[in-house]
Structure formats: C-alpha cells, structure tokens
C-alpha cells in the first residue's frame, strides 16, 4: 500500500527590503568639535526653553566664537612656537633666519654623500655659503695633524650649463676619522686651493672665533 505524500507548499519567500546605507560621519576639516557643537547645541536649547528664539546674526556670532576657538587651538597644537621668535639657533645667522635667511644652495650637493641640499635647516650657515662656491675639480687639503688629504669634486650640469649637483668626495678610514676637519675647513680650503697650509690656518681661526670665541694662534 502506498502512503499518500502530503505536499505542503512552502511559505513563499519574503522580499527582504533593501538595508539602509550607513551615513558616514563626515570628517571635521577645521570646523566645531563635537565638544563645541554640543555647546551650540545647549545655547540653542536654552534660547528655545526660555521661550525666546535664536535669530540669524546671534547664530552668526556663536559659530564665528567657536570657529575662532577652533583655529587658535589648531594652531597652539600644530604650531606651538612663538610666532615672533627670530630664530636664533646655532645654525642661523646672528641676525636669526626670519631677518636673515640662510642662503639657499644653488645645486644639489653632495658632502661624501650626505645630502646638504636636503636638510639646510641642520647645516650652519657658513657651510652652505662656502658649499654654493665649490667647483668640481681634484683639490688637496690639509688635515688636523698637518698631513695632506685629496679631494674629488664631481659635478653635473644640464644643457645650458649649468651646474645641478655637485659631490664632494674624499676617502676616510675609521682610523684616521678624527684627522678630518670641521666641514667648513674642508669646504673653505676647496673655495680657496691656492694655498693648502696657509688657508688651512686661516679656516681653523674662523671656526673656532666662530664656534669657541676664541681666535688661533
């Protein structure tokens, strides 16, 4: 005997409706902060409670209050220096870098590749005046202890010919590292090659009026 199979219809199936985007919070570029927006919000209610209203030039004065507050608080966080500071460092002028800039290098250049070019505010400025006047060439120059070292300046120039970077470069072992001299004792003997012994005097009396205060003998 066969059983009779009940066929049940299956419930039909139900139309999902679409999900509603998320709103996406909208990223604050300088605006009120949820801490200022939560007061206007609160000086709004206020005004609304009291039984009075909130006219166009008081809303104008509130968000102008708030954004002024803003912006100065943007700029103690991103910038807190004193604004009238004249940079004075140990790199600048006397003068400081807002009355006197240091000067700007005229080609990219190369200290035994370090790049001065990309870190001037690091590089005294005695460095980068003596840098933008160095010409490739083979120079000698003197050392701390008297004895003599040889320099390679290689430089690239474009069509005009132009200089466009300049590497100095001179070979130092770990050894005879501390007989090498301040940098701009080397580049002030490159500027003036005429006479190693004697420029090489002449750049340790400025370095160290410049650096000690006190003049070579």
């Not at 910038?79 to 807002?98: I, L």
């Not at 400025?125 to 004895?147: C, H, I, N, S, W």
């Not at 200089?163 to 070979?171: A, Q």
Request: hydrophobic fraction near 40%.
């Amino acid at each position: 005997m066969s059983e009779d199979v009940a066929v049940i219809d299956a419930e039909p199936t139900k139309k999902r409706r679409g999900r509603k985007p998320k709103i996406q919070p909208v990223e604050q570029t300088g605006g009120l902060s949820g801490e200022q927006f939560n007061q206007l919000l609160a000086v709004l209610a206020q005004s609304r409670d009291s039984g009075g209203g909130i006219n166009m030039a008081e809303l104008k004065e509130v968000l102008t209050a708030t954004s002024r507050g803003t912006a100065e608080a943007m700029q103690k966080a991103m910038k807190p220096e004193n604004q009238d500071h004249p940079a004075v460092s140990c790199f600048s002028y006397p003068e400081g870098d807002k009355a006197k800039p240091k000067p700007a290098l005229p080609f990219a250049f190369f200290y035994n590749n370090y790049p001065f070019h990309l870190f001037p505010e690091t590089q005294h400025y005695r460095e980068l005046e003596l840098a933008a006047l160095v010409q490739p060439g083979e120079y000698t120059v003197m050392r701390k202890d008297f004895t003599a070292m040889n320099v390679t300046v290689k430089g690239e120039r474009d069509g005009d010919n132009k200089l466009t970077k300049v590497m100095v470069e001179f070979p130092v072992s770990r050894e005879d590292k501390w007989k090498v001299p301040p940098i701009i004792v080397v580049l002030y003997q490159l500027v003036h090659p005429d006479a190693p012994k004697r420029r090489f005097i002449e750049a340790m009396n400025e370095y160290m009026a410049m650096f000690m205060g006190v003049e070579a003998a």
